[in-house]
């Protein structure tokens, strides 16, 4: 199953003070496999240029395909296993927030990801595994999550019909790999929260 386009992806940003909640497992497991995946490309790459006829190059590519695959679902299990202890467990790093005012404050600055929005869509579809996902047509969720006082993310839901396509949504948004410029009030950073209408046509 792959997905054709992202048809919508709109920031709709709204202001809250609340708990911190961060992870750097996601990270880790990204990179774990993103190495794997390099050594083996790298492998194939160099048993493919070993044989001779075009049928053995072309069963050596279908071979490399499927162990990349088992790899990406491999991947996918690890996520989604360091997803259910963040919301069963958090991960102890909470941090008070200071009782403030939560209106959106003319003047005040919002969050902002490095190379703007256009940005954080990009990293969100190259991150959904989109395999994991059930069923065709048009799916849809609306990811909130809070911006942290550094620029971290944290809190990610997202709320939808489909628990598939929502569970890969959450997944992407926490492989992001840059923080936010963080929003602020009266020149102070602030915990922010954002909600993120996402549509995606599968078939």
């Known amino acids: 199953m792959t997905a054709k386009k992202i048809c919508a992806f709109v920031f709709l940003i709204f202001c809250t003070f ?5 992870t750097k497992n996601f990270r880790l497991i990204k990179q774990k496999y993103e190495q794997l995946e390099a050594n083996i490309r790298q492998k194939c790459s160099e048993d493919t240029l070993k044989v001779a006829s075009q049928q053995a190059k ?3 590519l279908l071979y490399c395909s499927k162990e990349i695959k088992k790899m990406k679902a491999a991947r996918n299990q690890e996520n989604i296993v360091e997803l259910s202890r963040i919301k069963k467990e958090g991960t ?5 927030a200071p009782e403030a005012d939560t209106s959106d404050q ?10 703007g929005n256009a940005a954080f869509q990009n990293e ?4 959904f595994y989109f395999d994991d996902v059930q069923g065709n047509g ?3 969720c609306i990811v909130v999550l809070t911006i942290e006082k550094d620029g971290s993310i944290s809190n990610v839901r997202a709320e ?7 569970r890969q949504a959450e997944i992407a948004v926490y492989l992001t790999t840059k923080k936010w410029n963080p929003a602020r009030s009266g020149g102070v950073p602030i915990s922010y929260e954002m909600k993120i209408p996402l549509t995606m046509t599968f078939q």
């Open 18 to 22: 609340v708990p911190a909640q961060q």
């Open 58 to 60: 072309n069963e050596m």
């Open 92 to 96: 102890g790093n909470y941090i008070q």
């Open 106 to 115: 003319k003047g005040d600055s919002r969050p902002e990801y490095p190379g």
């Open 124 to 127: 969100i579809s190259e991150n």
């Open 138 to 140: 048009i799916q849809k």
């Open 160 to 166: 939808g019909e489909n628990n598939s396509y929502n």
